[in-house]
């Protein structure tokens, strides 16, 4: 048996796609454009492509991208300043801080400085504890995109073994709280898991967010079970630079109903989530009805 290669290039497209159209559709009809604001400061390489890419994306789907690009030894007090105006900024529906930030400066005080209706990260810890709760919140890219593409696969997921692997407050703690809202049987596993194969093995829906290259082999995984790998790691194999992800790809799809490659899999769903939570946070600024299946 040979599991389902899902395609998230496509589905982000599509997604895209839907965005702008409900772009359009505001302006047309009420002339709102969505704007998204882009904050980075310093020159991490990895971070100036995202940015670049999340900037371009944002203008094809028709909304305004607004970039502030900071030097690295930009003040903490400076950064927050600009987190003000920018909340304050009625043609701003949307802020993200792009992360890391350089070490002098504390990354929980400014998300949290920023208005939760805008945090399209959904990083604030208010909108951490809506979603903990069950209630409307801005919901993380990533884990959002993870859950579309799930939905998607199987219709409904009520009462599926879910196991995530990784405990961030980024992927994994979120994508638990998803998953639970979904009605699964939601296990939390990492690194510290006495037996995380028995525990995997267990999985109906099994996400890897843990940043370890290839680190969940195929055995690991329940035959027909749906593999979502989250990590992006960057291997040198055979004297070239590779992207692998958490899960070994070709012993997993062997077992698996259907998983997520890397590249082309989560990754271009992230970035098309961002846009979708733009547009929410937009029609929810305005109190205009809020577009079906871009949010969870
Ligand atoms: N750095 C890596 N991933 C992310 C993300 O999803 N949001 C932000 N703000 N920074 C990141």
Same mark, same amino acid.
């Given at each position: 048996m040979t599991g389902h290669v899902l395609d998230g290039k496509a589905f982000a497209a599509k997604l895209r796609a839907q965005v702008a159209q409900h772009v359009a559709a505001l302006k047309e009809a009420h002339g709102i454009t969505p704007g998204l604001a882009v904050v980075l400061v310093g020159e991490d390489p990895a971070s100036q492509v995202y940015v670049r890419s999340k900037g371009k994306q944002t203008i094809e789907v028709g909304m305004t991208s607004f970039e502030h690009k900071l030097d690295a030894e930009t003040s903490q007090a400076a950064l927050l300043d600009l987190i003000d105006r920018l909340n304050a900024d009625p043609e701003v529906h949307g802020i993200l801080v792009q992360l890391p930030l350089p070490s002098h400066i504390n990354a929980d005080l400014v998300i949290n400085r920023i208005n939760p209706a805008k945090d399209v990260d959904g990083f604030h810890i208010s909108n951490v504890g809506l979603l903990g709760t069950g209630q409307k919140a801005m919901v993380p890219c990533t884990p959002l995109g993870c859950l579309m593409m799930l939905r998607d696969h199987l219709g409904s997921l009520s009462g599926l073994n879910a196991v995530v692997v990784g405990r961030s407050n980024i992927v994994g703690k979120p994508m638990a709280q998803l998953l639970l809202g979904d009605s699964c049987t939601v296990t939390i596993a990492h690194s /510290?898991?006495? @037996?995380l194969a028995e525990t995997c093995r267990h999985a109906d829906i099994l996400v890897a967010a843990?940043? /370890? #290259?290839?680190?969940? #082999?195929? @055995?690991w995984v329940k035959p027909g079970a749906t593999v979502i790998d989250v990590g992006i790691n960057r291997i040198e194999r055979d004297g070239k630079t590779r992207l692998v992800g958490d899960v070994h790809f070709e012993s997993a799809l062997a077992a698996a109903g259907a998983i997520t490659p890397v590249p082309g899999g989560v990754g271009p769903m992230t970035i098309a989530c961002l846009l979708a939570n733009t547009l929410t946070a937009t029609c929810r600024a305005h109190g205009l009805p809020e577009p079906e299946g871009l949010t969870a």
């Open positions: /510290r898991t006495r @037996d843990v940043g /370890r #290259p290839e680190m969940i #082999p195929g @055995d």
